[in-house]
């Protein structure tokens, strides 16, 4: 698909292409397919074929910590860069190297620490030269919090899993955000098109208190039902990873037990930490090459 114009358009299908500057983007809807259709989810990304030296890239910022006011950039498959953006509505152009390329844009994290989604989404790009969008179909889609987004590390957009995964080459998308919890789950993950889903939550079921082990088992279950009743391919359950100072080992048996007949269960109880409950680069490491050797073998 060329677009001579050069303008690409991030905005959801219900919009008919259009954009106007009094939009706020509603992340309660959070999720569509990840490539070739617009979403809000994070670490959605599109990819440009591209001479273009340089892209002006709109974005709609509603996220209270500085960590998350960004998009990142990648240039064949590599990370290129995280750009800063300003708060609400915001304009920025990034500086690309010269040559034929494949340009990566992808979007900020997302948070719930209340009753709102909050997150960093790009709008639109405009590129200075010709461009033709590159699709693709996610192989596996994960549904996850806030270790999914690769809090606790130093960069979630290179070294969160998710995205260490990309690094390698797997087309992975990713439905998560910070204090995402099993407990009143609502999602669309099924909506990313992807061969396989990857449920990694539990986590702040206990972290937080938000349920009991019991609840959690009952409402995993439902999870999953939920997501098999519209989709055919594989279903991985990551038990989550254990907690600093907490005893994880009901919540962790839950999930297991949740998951009998229904998904293919990944343990995942120790992995290093940068504080008591978000994984370190290297834990993020780690859990990347589990879950390649699990899921994408």
């Given at each position: 698909?060329?677009?001579?114009?050069?303008?690409?358009?991030?905005?959801?299908?219900?919009?008919?292409?259009?954009?106007?500057?009094?939009?706020t983007?509603?992340?309660?809807a959070?999720?569509?397919?990840?490539?070739?259709?617009a979403?809000?989810?994070?670490y959605?990304?599109?990819?440009?074929?591209?001479?273009?030296?340089?892209?002006?890239?709109?974005?709609?910022?509603?996220?209270?910590?500085?960590s998350?006011?960004?998009?990142?950039?990648?240039?064949?498959?590599?990370?290129?860069?995280?750009?800063?953006?300003?708060?609400?509505?915001?304009?920025?152009s990034?500086?690309?190297?010269p040559?034929?390329?494949?340009?990566?844009?992808?979007?900020?994290?997302?948070?719930k620490?209340s009753?709102?989604?909050?997150?960093?989404?790009?709008?639109?790009?405009?590129f200075?030269?010709?461009q033709?969008?590159?699709k693709k179909?996610?192989?596996?889609a994960?549904?996850?919090?806030?270790?999914?987004v690769?809090?606790g590390?130093?960069?979630?957009?290179?070294?969160?899993?998710?995205?260490?995964?990309?690094?390698?080459?797997?087309?992975?998308?990713?439905?998560?955000?910070g204090?995402?919890?099993?407990?009143?789950?609502?999602?669309?993950?099924t909506?990313?098109?992807a061969?396989?889903?990857l449920?990694?939550l539990?986590?702040?079921?206990?972290?937080l208190?938000?349920t009991?082990?019991?609840?959690?088992?009952?409402?995993?279950g439902?999870?999953?039902?939920?997501?098999?009743?519209?989709?055919?391919?594989?279903?991985?359950?990551?038990?989550?990873?254990?907690?600093?100072?907490?005893?994880?080992?009901?919540?962790?048996?839950?999930?297991?037990?949740?998951?009998?007949?229904?998904a293919?269960?990944?343990?995942?109880h120790?992995?290093?930490?940068?504080?008591?409950v978000?994984?370190?680069n290297a834990g993020?490491?780690?859990?990347?090459?589990?879950?390649?050797?699990?899921?994408?073998?």
């Amino acid at each position: 698909m060329k677009q001579t114009a050069n303008q690409i358009d991030f905005t959801l299908p219900v919009l008919s292409g259009s954009w106007s500057r009094t939009f706020t983007p509603d992340y309660t809807a959070n999720s569509y397919s990840q490539w070739g259709v617009a979403c809000w989810s994070s670490y959605a990304e599109k990819t440009h074929s591209t001479q273009a030296t340089s892209v002006t890239v709109e974005t709609y910022c509603e996220y209270s910590v500085s960590s998350g006011k960004y998009f990142s950039v990648w240039i064949n498959g590599v990370w290129y860069q995280n750009v800063s953006v300003a708060d609400g509505l915001d304009t920025t152009s990034v500086t690309l190297p010269p040559g034929p390329k494949y340009v990566t844009l992808v979007n900020g994290i997302q948070n719930k620490p209340s009753a709102t989604v909050e997150g960093t989404q790009i709008l639109s790009a405009v590129f200075n030269r010709d461009q033709s969008l590159v699709k693709k179909t996610p192989t596996l889609a994960i549904l996850g919090d806030s270790n999914a987004v690769g809090a606790g590390t130093s960069n979630y957009w290179r070294y969160s899993w998710p995205m260490l995964l990309r690094a390698r080459g797997h087309a992975v998308s990713v439905e998560a955000w910070g204090y995402r919890a099993v407990v009143n789950e609502a999602q669309n993950i099924t909506q990313h098109g992807a061969e396989k889903i990857l449920v990694a939550l539990g986590t702040n079921d206990r972290w937080l208190s938000l349920t009991t082990a019991a609840a959690l088992q009952t409402n995993y279950g439902a999870l999953l039902d939920s997501i098999r009743a519209s989709f055919a391919g594989t279903i991985y359950a990551l038990v989550p990873p254990d907690i600093t100072g907490i005893d994880m080992s009901a919540y962790q048996a839950a999930v297991t037990a949740a998951s009998i007949g229904k998904a293919t269960v990944l343990s995942s109880h120790a992995f290093d930490r940068s504080d008591s409950v978000h994984l370190s680069n290297a834990g993020s490491l780690a859990l990347a090459d589990y879950v390649e050797a699990q899921c994408l073998s």
